[in-house]
């Protein structure tokens, strides 16, 4: 029912800075049921998430892989790591509101977010075309974050443009050969399998030449590069495949068919993408950080001007939520997320570097000093100005990239353009 | 949890979509505007055979116990077509205010026959100079025997020439803002000393300015409890917001539909300018500013029934500022991307534009919701 999920905030008395601490933002009606799920999730994460980790997922400090990989393997042992698969696989069977809750409760404990390449990106493909024998081998590894993927899609002529890829794979005998070079690769620095679209044909329309390839990483002619972005992280990487040899019973699926693949990995599980829970959380520690900070002599929370600008986002995310739930239902329903859903990765990434904007503002001049390492493991320095402070500013300018990544904003509408306005 | 309509809701959405369909083109629209009274009453009996008067009202008072988000979906087709006919002023904010404030005896004698759509009712409340300020009272009622002595004015009254009945707001006790000493009236709208000035408003309703000079009215009308009627008040006002969400998702659907098909066809430059990725881009815009605003408003429109105040004034609030933003950028991308002929009276884009700023500027609009949401964060 509507009724049941509905929005509503806890709040009651007009002392506004005690209000805000107390409240947990935004919350849903939940039914009794819903709620009882809502505090076992809760407390798994209160139970499995360490102060550090939390901190970190927070504050965005670099998590390393064995954050990540402690944490998914504690998801994997409650039998929580893949929500969105179907229960054969291992999945959890829950309700669309469950999933909602389960990622909301996640990130408002500090929970890292869980590393998508494996779990809802390449699964769902080898599920759908993947050999029996892939999926007996891939399936439970990645359940069990045995293995660390990387998404081998972007090149450096290729962009938006992605179908123009040129990395090319010749078939000898049983192996592909393999030639090219990816870029944008997130996280490859971590990773010993790499999903990746190849070139296999030149005859024809280019989106049909391309095809599926499961890539191990750690052998001759892999080449991982960092790239260095603005924030002065290195969280992405360029990828030098030269002679590299693919088994040809690591293909997903037929010779040529990879574009369709890589089309029905983008339809899948996209209301994550919305990253509401995150968004939650972190407008959450705007407020705080807004009480903390002083503006003519009272906290910045109580400038009118301030308070505004938070309740836009608030707003947008409001929004943002309600249509993700909508989504939900209608995924649960058996509709298949539109193309509407890239709506939510539009809104989603909007209001995400909305928040990132709003904390550098709150910030003030502390938005200056940039002390990369202290943003590393084991940094136990005085922090230059007030804790919180410091990895703001790298994290609004590494946020821009959210507008960018899995198909830019732009593309986005491009596709609602084609596939919901007709043009 | 379910965020799709039930079947009785699809059903209801099905028939009122069919009536603005059949029943009002543009051109039908057109000539009702026109009408006495500004709508047609033929249709407002339709509206009570087809049971859409009764939908909100309780089923012991002759209505169908319809819940907030079953008006919202009858409004949202309503908005598809623009309909004029007063269904915000008689049912939203007149029969709804009977139900909240009135007695046993009052609802048993006006809401049958309001669901019947024998009786009509217009909300007499704002006045000149309160602006969004629903406790901005001036107009008085003085106590005099059995009777009160009404003396004010009131401002923007919709639908108030054809009303039988006025529930007029009238400070009992108090200041002009106090919260306290409110309290509502039902005027018949024949009472001697009523001097109303009536006029079309820019989206095709009709409104009056009223003189209220020593009106006497029967302690008996009084509804509800003396001096306590600004909760009423704003318990009706927030709904009749959500409400006028849903008929605002209407309009920019079709708002955005229209303009869409506008740019398929419309050729320059040898080709249809819906060709062009900018205009898509815009259009895109368009339908997902129609998308989020809907998804709110359906989800405040729930939680409106169950919620406390200060609940409800965050969902009502967050609905109405998405609804202002996004009906503002329909309105105003769909006339910049229909051209020339988007400045046409003739052309139906106008006239959404026109019913979408007005559904922002009452009851509060985007400035006034936003602070009044920003309070509570």
């Not at chain 1, 550090?52 to 393997?73: A, V, Y």
């Not at chain 1, 892939?134 to 090149?155: F, N, V």
């Not at chain 1, 919305?274 to 929370?301: C, D, F, P, Y």
């Not at chain 2, 003396?226 to 917001?241: F, G, M, P, S, T």
């Amino acid at each position: 029912m509507w009724l049941q999920c509905v929005l509503v905030a806890v709040w009651g008395s007009p002392d506004y800075l005690r209000l805000f601490k107390e409240s947990e933002v935004m919350d849903l009606i939940l039914t009794p049921e819903e709620e009882k799920f809502r505090d076992e999730v809760r407390a798994f994460v209160a139970e499995n998430i360490t102060e550090d980790i939390r901190k970190k997922t927070m504050t965005g400090f670099r998590l390393d892989k064995e954050d990540h990989e402690s944490w998914q393997k504690k998801l994997y042992e409650k039998g929580w790591m893949a929500p969105g698969w179907p229960v054969e696989y291992g999945g959890t069977g829950w309700s669309p509101m469950q999933k909602h809750i389960f990622e909301e409760e996640c990130a408002a404990g500090g929970a890292p977010p869980v590393i998508a390449f494996g779990v809802t990106m390449v699964a769902p493909v080898i599920m759908a075309f993947g050999s029996d024998k892939q999926k007996e081998y891939y399936l439970p590894r990645i359940l069990k974050s045995e293995d660390w993927w990387c998404q081998g899609y972007s090149e450096p002529g290729s962009g938006s443009d992605l179908a123009s890829l040129r990395t090319k794979a010749v078939l000898k005998g049983d192996h592909y050969i393999v030639n090219g070079q990816k870029t944008w690769t997130s996280l490859a620095q971590h990773a010993n399998l790499m999903f990746c679209l190849v070139r296999t044909s030149d005859e024809g329309k280019r989106q049909e030449g391309i095809s599926f390839l499961l890539v191990d990483m750690n052998q001759p002619g892999v080449t991982v590069q960092p790239i260095k972005t603005i924030d002065g992280s290195t969280e992405v990487n360029n990828v030098f495949l030269e002679d590299v040899k693919v088994p040809v019973e690591n293909r997903v699926g037929e010779e040529n068919k990879g574009w369709t693949y890589a089309k029905y990995l983008l339809g899948h599980e996209r209301t994550s993408i919305a990253a509401v829970g995150r968004s939650k959380a972190q407008i959450k520690r705007l407020k705080t950080i807004a009480s903390a900070e002083e503006h003519n002599g009272k906290a910045l929370i109580h400038d009118q001007a301030f308070r505004e600008k938070i309740a836009d986002i608030e707003i947008d995310l409001l929004a943002l939520e309600s249509l993700v739930l909508r989504v939900l239902s209608d995924e649960s329903a058996g509709k298949g997320p539109g193309p509407e859903a890239s709506f939510l990765k539009i809104k989603g990434t909007e209001v995400q570097q909305g928040i990132t904007e709003l904390l550098i503002e709150a910030i003030g001049n502390y938005a200056h000093p940039f002390i990369p390492e202290s943003m590393d493991k084991g940094w136990n320095e005085e922090p230059i100005g007030p804790e919180y402070a410091s990895s703001i500013a790298p994290h609004y300018f590494n946020w821009r990239k959210a507008s960018i990544y899995g198909g830019s904003n732009e593309i986005q509408k491009n596709i609602i353009a084609k596939a919901v306005l007709g043009f | 949890m379910s965020f799709t309509f039930t079947e009785d809701q699809k059903l209801l959405s099905e028939s009122a979509d069919r009536f603005v369909l059949d029943d009002y083109n543009f051109e039908t629209r057109r000539k009702i505007i026109g009408q006495d009274g500004g709508f047609d009453r033929d249709n407002w009996k339709k509206f009570a055979e087809l049971g859409w008067l009764a939908l909100p009202i309780p089923e012991e008072y002759g209505g169908l116990g319809g819940s907030t988000v079953d008006t919202a979906v009858l409004l949202e087709s309503f908005g598809r077509g623009l309909v004029v006919e007063p269904y915000q002023s008689c049912i939203v904010l007149g029969a709804e205010l009977l139900q909240f404030a009135g007695n046993v005896e009052q609802k048993s004698q006006y809401l049958p026959s309001i669901a019947e759509g024998k009786t009509l009712l217009s909300f007499a409340h704002i006045e000149p100079t309160s602006r969004f300020n629903l406790c901005h009272i001036r107009t008085r009622a003085i106590k005099q025997g059995d009777c009160f002595i009404i003396d004010g004015e009131k401002a923007i009254v919709h639908n108030a020439e054809t009303a039988d009945y006025f529930i007029l707001s009238a400070r009992t006790e108090g200041d002009t803002n106090d919260e306290e000493g409110i309290t509502l009236f039902l005027v018949p709208s024949s009472s001697s000393g009523i001097k109303m000035r009536s006029y079309p408003t820019i989206d095709g309703l009709r409104a009056s300015e009223i003189c209220f000079n020593s009106v006497k009215v029967d302690q008996q009308h009084v509804l509800g409890e003396l001096n306590q009627a600004a909760e009423y008040i704003q318990k009706v006002v927030d709904r009749a917001c959500v409400l006028l969400c849903a008929e605002a998702a209407g309009a920019m659907d079709t708002a955005v539909k229209l303009t869409v098909d506008y740019i398929k066809n419309r050729e320059q430059f040898g080709q249809a300018i819906g060709s062009f990725q900018v205009l898509q881009h815009r259009a895109v815009e368009m339908l997902g500013a129609k998308d989020f605003s809907r998804a709110l408003t359906y989800r405040a429109a729930g939680a409106i029934d169950q919620s406390n105040a200060s609940e409800r004034t965050r969902a009502v609030s967050a609905a109405k500022v998405e609804m202002g933003r996004s009906g503002k950028l329909i309105g105003q991308e769909g006339i910049q991307l229909h051209g020339g002929m988007g400045m046409t009276d003739d052309m139906p884009i106008g006239h959404f534009f026109k019913r979408l700023t007005m559904i922002d500027a009452i009851f509060g609009n985007v400035d006034f919701h936003k602070k009044r949401f920003a309070q509570i964060i």
